[in-house]
């Protein structure tokens, strides 16, 4: 069956850098547009990044632009988010998704606190 399975999330303090994973399996994510999504405690879930389906163009949610890339891998069936310089604010559970066949990951938590 269809999966995507996100890693990397961590409990970190302010102005690191983690790297966040997304591996698919059970379909071949090549085909599909991707996008990061993350929901805090109390919040509703929120769009954090985009990439077309060859990786040629990202857009980011205002807040994280300049400090979050974005890329994938067709060869590994998978996609990242390299989430520079984070801050309190980004404290959330990160979620993959596959925004056509409606495909989501079961999340990654990212803690950032000193």
């Known amino acids: 069956q269809v999966q995507l399975v996100e890693s990397g999330g961590r409990y970190v303090q302010p102005g690191e850098s983690p790297k966040l994973s997304c591996i698919g399996s059970?379909?071949?994510?090549?085909?599909?547009?991707m996008s990061w999504y993350r929901q805090a405690p109390g919040k509703e879930r929120e769009f954090v990044a985009f990439?077309?389906?060859?990786?040629?163009?990202?857009n980011y949610t205002d807040s994280v632009k300049g400090r979050f890339i974005m890329s994938r891998d067709s060869a590994k069936n998978s996609v990242y988010l390299q989430m520079n310089d984070l801050r309190p604010e980004d404290t959330a559970t990160y979620y993959c998704?596959?925004?056509?066949?409606?495909?989501w990951g079961q999340g990654t938590q990212v803690t950032v606190s000193s």
């Open positions: 059970g379909f071949h994510m090549g085909h599909y547009a």
């Open positions: 998704n596959a925004p056509t066949p409606k495909y």
């Open positions: 990439t077309t389906r060859t990786g040629s163009r990202t």
